[in-house]
Structures are given as structure tokens and as C-alpha cells.
């Protein structure tokens, strides 16, 4: 079987980046193909690797500002001759999935999340956007919403990262899908029953993620919190916190360990599409304060594997916290850890085999159904 991976650029190595990793060990002879790739991060990351890019990684400084070029994705895409593939899987949360295939080829679609920017978090955007980038957004992303709507009907079979991802697909995209949850490297961390007295914090500092809620929460309880991560908001948060938080700014995954080892809870107060962060504490056996949103609702067991809590505000993230507090001893480690044991990499390879199975084992009946009626 001939199969292309599609991703959408490959200059970071995130969570989206792993699961194209895992999708790739699993179709090893698979040809990889993006819109901008950094050499020395897929020799890295992707050994004995090649990964073909569109016309994007081209265009001058495309790979520190590969998101400028947006607005010429779409055709980048279409550009790409994928007509010798059997199967061709997306890994999508950027402009990914928009590639035309032949009618026996079946394209199978991982999404991470519909194009926020597009979509849901269009406002957010739009108001932490530029005066020039303000000005050019609403007729740009416009067309682009049309085309991501449309190009959404090329899909054979959605796979979702999660219900909240897979609520969004039917939403903007009128699609069904299958939730898949992506692999987490649980086996890379140790249960721990020591916790110290300070609480946790993982995670870039940009506005969707919510740290300001963090710094006003703890502003006013005065325990301790750690935060680990760096982004916009670093310098601004850090003017307004009180001496009981530190930040640690962005950190190697040992020096995370060594404190989701020694924290007494992890607190995560955004919104997010799934979140490895909280299963990566959990496979610590520390307990998740999150937000009742989102996948956190995938992966946090109310009173068994943390709290979660309705109200995205500070006195939300408070709340929280005294809860916690009046239950911490009730709390499990082996037990929060067993839950993390379900988001592993060979759950996540055995049902994504499945998923393609299925899909493959159904094409003689869509291409007989795609023949002239008599």
C-alpha cells in the first residue's frame, strides 16, 4: 500500500509533530509531505526521513515566517500530484487536509483541531492582531473559511483527537468522526506519592491558555505556584505576580519531570483540544485542577484523577483549589496513574490500524457506488 502523510509545516517539535512521528513509525515507508520543514529538526525528530514540500518552503524566509504565506496554502496544496498513493493521511490543525486525490485513493483525516483561527477563536485573533494584520484579516481568512469548509468534503474518514475536536468537525465542517486519542509517552514518567507544597503550572504563556487567571488566583490565596513555559505574556505576568509565584521560563522535559514528581497538583485553566500536559502529570500520579472544558473532559476523572471546575475565572481556579485541598488525601497516585495508562502509544497505534482497516476494508463498496447507475 502506498500512503503519503500530509502535515502542515515542520519547524517545532509539539504534540501535533509526535503524532505525525507515531503516524509515520506505524507506515514506515510513507512519504511525508509539508508546506515548510526545518532539515535539521526532521533529521532530528524524523531520522532517514525526507519530507517534500510545496512551493511554500520556496518563498523567501518561509520557515521563520511560513504563517504570512497562509493565504497561499490552499493552492500550494492542490498543487501537489498525489495520484500513485493507495492512502493518504492528513495531520491537521493547519492547512493540511485540502489536497486533491484521485477517486480510488481514500484520505483519511487526524485532526488536532479545525483552524482556530478561522473558526472559534477568530475574535481573538483578531484582537490581539496588528493594525495591518486587523485590516487584512476579514476579507483574507473570509475566503479561506470557504475553502476550509469546502475542502473538508474531500475527506474519506475523520478521525478526531478528542469529543471537543470531534464536536467542532460536526459543527463547522457538518462531518462525523471517530475519536482517536493521540499517543502520550506515559512510560516516560514515574509514579511519585512525594508532593511538595507548591502547585504547578506547564505550558506556553499566550492569552487562550489562560495563566492570567493562574497569577490572579494565587495572587490572592498566596500559595505557592511554579509555572514552567515562555511566550507573549511572560514579561506582563510576571510584572503582576506576587513573590509566592515562580517562573521558571521554558524548561528541558527532565527538569519537567523532576516537578510534576514533586508538585502538589497540577492546575490547567484553558481550553484545550486534548492536552498532553495533564495526562503527563497524571502518568506522575499528581492530581489535574482543569477546567471542566474542552479534552480535559477526556482525561480528568472528577474526584478520582483530579477537580474539575465550571468557571474559567480566577475565583474558579480558587474553588478549585479548596476543593482539592478538603479531598487531597483521597487521592491515588497508582490509581490517577492507571487513568493516564490509557492515552499510551500502543492504544493509540492498535485503534489508528483499525480506523485505516476499516476504511480500506470499506472502498470496493464506495467504488462500486461511485459507478453509473444503468
Request: glycine fraction near 8%; hydrophobic fraction near 40%; charged fraction near 25%.
Amino acid at each position: 500500500m502506498r500512503v503519503a502523510l500530509i502535515h502542515y509545516w515542520l519547524v517545532t517539535w509539539r504534540g501535533g509533530e509526535k503524532v505525525l512521528k507515531a503516524i509515520s513509525d506505524l507506515y514506515p515507508e510513507a512519504d511525508i509531505f509539508s508546506h515548510v520543514c526545518v532539515p535539521g529538526l526532521v533529521r532530528r525528530e524524523l531520522p532517514g526521513k525526507t519530507v517534500k514540500t510545496t512551493f511554500i518552503g520556496r518563498l523567501p524566509l518561509a520557515r521563520r515566517y511560513y504563517q504570512k504565506y497562509l493565504p497561499l496554502m490552499p493552492l500550494a496544496l492542490e498543487q501537489l500530484d498525489l495520484s500513485k498513493y493507495d492512502l493518504v493521511i492528513s495531520n491537521e490543525s493547519g492547512p493540511a487536509k485540502g489536497v486533491i486525490v484521485g477517486p480510488r485513493t481514500l484520505h483519511l483525516c487526524y485532526c488536532l483541531s479545525p483552524m482556530r483561527y478561522l473558526w472559534d477563536m477568530y475574535p481573538d485573533y483578531y484582537a490581539g492582531a496588528g493594525r495591518l494584520t486587523r485590516a487584512l484579516m476579514p476579507p483574507l481568512l473570509h475566503r479561506l473559511r470557504i475553502w476550509d469548509q469546502v475542502s473538508a468534503q474531500r475527506i474519506d474518514k475523520y478521525v478526531a483527537i478528542s469529543n471537543f475536536v470531534a464536536s467542532r468537525i460536526a459543527k463547522y465542517y457538518r462531518r462525523d468522526s471517530t475519536v482517536i486519542f493521540p499517543p502520550v509517552a506515559v512510560h516516560d514518567f514515574e509514579v511519585s506519592e512525594h508532593h511538595e507544597d507548591f502547585y504547578l503550572s506547564v505550558g506556553q504563556l499566550v492569552a487562550y491558555k489562560r495563566a492570567d487567571l493562574l497569577v490572579d488566583a494565587f495572587n490572592q490565596l498566596g500559595r505557592r505556584l511554579i509555572i514552567i513555559g515562555e511566550g507573549e505574556l511572560l514579561a506582563k505576568l510576571k510584572k503582576i505576580a506576587k513573590p509566592n509565584i515562580s517562573f521558571l521560563g521554558s524548561q528541558p522535559l527532565s527538569v519537567i519531570r523532576d516537578h510534576y514528581s514533586r508538585c502538589k497538583a497540577l492546575v490547567f485553566p484553558g481550553v484545550e483540544d486534548f492536552g498532553i500536559v495533564p495526562v503527563e502529570a497524571m502518568a506522575s500520579g499528581k492530581p489535574v485542577l482543569a477546567l471542566a472544558a474542552g479534552g480535559a473532559l477526556d482525561t480528568v476523572v472528577d474526584g478520582e484523577s483530579g477537580i474539575l471546575y465550571p468557571d474559567q475565572s480566577a475565583q474558579g481556579v480558587i474553588g478549585a483549589i479548596r476543593r482539592f485541598e478538603g479531598l487531597q488525601g483521597q487521592f491515588n497516585p497508582k490509581m490517577i496513574r492507571a487513568q493516564a495508562e490509557r492515552f499510551t502509544l500502543d492504544r493509540f497505534n492498535r485503534e489508528f490500524r483499525s480506523a485505516v482497516d476499516g476504511l480500506m476494508a470499506g472502498a470496493p463498496r464506495r467504488s462500486l457506488s461511485l459507478q453509473p447507475s444503468d
